[in-house]
């Protein structure tokens, strides 16, 4: 199952870093789960909002863990890095304070977690993992 709201991890998604893709696997599952759920005709709204707010602060955690991660091998990508981290983490809050369906903000989170896999794991976080692999030759 692929589509907007989902994604199927595979290899292509592998940076090589076994904890980096630890926490990369757990988003994609925790947002396939959200559109799983929001599928399924008995599923309760707070079920679906409860499972956001893990995603949420699944993201933020990571975010953290995987600059921390880039720092401590002093990688040059390091900088940029936070900055964009910095753009997800502002996108996350933004949600708090918008004025709409608290369902809609999950669903806006989901598709946050899957902008962040499908287009900065794969442009921005292999491009570190190569900078550190071409460091450890
Ligand atoms: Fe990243």
């Known amino acids: 199952m692929d589509n907007l709201w989902t994604i199927i991890w595979d290899d292509t998604l592998l940076t090589g870093v076994k904890e980096l893709d630890k926490l990369h ?10 559109y799983a ?10 079920e679906i909002i409860k499972l956001a707010g893990f995603l ?3 993201l ?4 953290d863990l995987e600059v921390d991660f880039y720092k401590k091998n002093k990688l040059l990508c390091y900088e940029r890095h936070v900055f964009l981290h910095q753009e997800f983490k502002d ?3 933004k949600l708090d304070k ?9 669903l806006m989170t989901n598709q946050i977690a899957l902008f ?10 292999k491009k570190c993992i190569k900078e550190l692999k071409n460091k450890e030759v």
């Open 25 to 34: 696997e757990a988003i994609a599952g925790n947002a396939n789960k959200i």
């Open 98 to 106: 918008l004025n709409m369906p608290i369902i809609v903000k999950a």
């Open 116 to 125: 962040y896999l499908k287009n900065h794991l794969i442009e921005e976080d």
């Open 91 to 93: 996108e996350l809050k």
């Open 60 to 63: 933020m955690i990571h975010f």
């Open 37 to 46: 759920i929001c599928i399924n005709p008995g599923t309760k709204e707070e």
């Open 56 to 58: 949420k602060q699944q």
